[in-house]
């Protein structure tokens, strides 16, 4: 079993849908990122939360410790949303663990 | 954008061949990892430093040496390509896993 484990691996929505991503990690951990990869690759840092919530623009990301789990939601879904959504969590040292990453299509 | 810069972009190489990539930060930043992306797997780390000729071995780390002899700059060598190593490879900066992390753009390398 992965020590992060994300869901669904892939999610088609239509634009203006309210999307949820789900990350599950089964270590302690001193921080959560999401991340984003667009086609041709390149990765971007979302957010990096250790408690709460956080909000950015129409990205919301949650994170319940003690339950050892996060949510990345995006509200009024757009096709230039469509990327892949990575979780990694930062445990022991200065390491991150990642995900496999969420397939995200957004169509018209 | 943070100043991290990967070179090459994309590289073609023969089995047997040594291969190296170069990441350059111009942020000054403590750490800085290799990942390897491969289909059907999250990232893997392969080496990180967390500083100047400080290094240390990641999950996939077999095949691969890594050296950092200065800040800016984090070298990983395959001193023997193999086809096992075809992979996109990215690196990474930051100061701590608390604070945000930065990534290059990836390097493609295909062995043949």
């Known amino acids: 079993k992965n020590e992060v484990e994300q869901s669904p691996q892939n999610l088609t929505a239509q634009e203006g849908e309210f999307i949820t991503i789900n990350c599950s990690y089964s270590?302690?951990?001193?921080?959560l990122h999401w991340l984003q990869q667009h086609p041709g690759g390149g990765i971007v840092s979302l957010f990096m939360?250790?408690?709460g919530k956080k909000k950015h623009g129409r990205l919301i990301a949650t994170i319940n410790i003690q339950e050892k789990h996060s949510s990345l939601h995006i509200t009024a879904s757009h096709p230039r949303d469509s990327a892949v959504y990575i979780c990694?969590?930062?445990?022991?040292?200065?390491?991150?663990?990642f995900g496999e990453g969420t397939q995200l299509t957004v169509n018209p | 954008d943070a100043g991290i810069t990967q070179s090459p972009r994309h590289k073609v190489t023969e089995t047997g061949t040594p291969v190296t990539l170069r990441c350059h930060q111009t942020?000054?930043?403590?750490?800085m990892y290799w990942y390897r992306q491969d289909p059907g797997h999250g990232l893997r780390l392969i080496h990180y430093?967390?500083?100047?000729?400080?290094?240390d071995k990641g999950e996939v780390s077999d095949g691969y040496s890594v050296s950092r002899s200065k800040t800016e700059d984090f070298l990983l060598t395959l001193e023997s390509a193999t086809s096992s190593q075809t992979s996109v490879y990215f690196c990474?900066?930051?100061?701590?896993?608390?604070?945000?992390?930065?990534f290059g753009q990836g390097t493609r390398l295909t062995v043949v």
């Open positions: 942020e000054n930043h403590r750490y």
């Open positions: 990694a969590v930062g445990t022991s040292g200065s390491r991150l663990t």
């Open positions: 939360l250790s408690s």
């Open positions: 430093s967390y500083g100047v000729k400080d290094t």
């Open positions: 990474a900066i930051s100061e701590d896993v608390r604070t945000e992390a930065f």
């Open positions: 270590v302690g951990i001193s921080a």
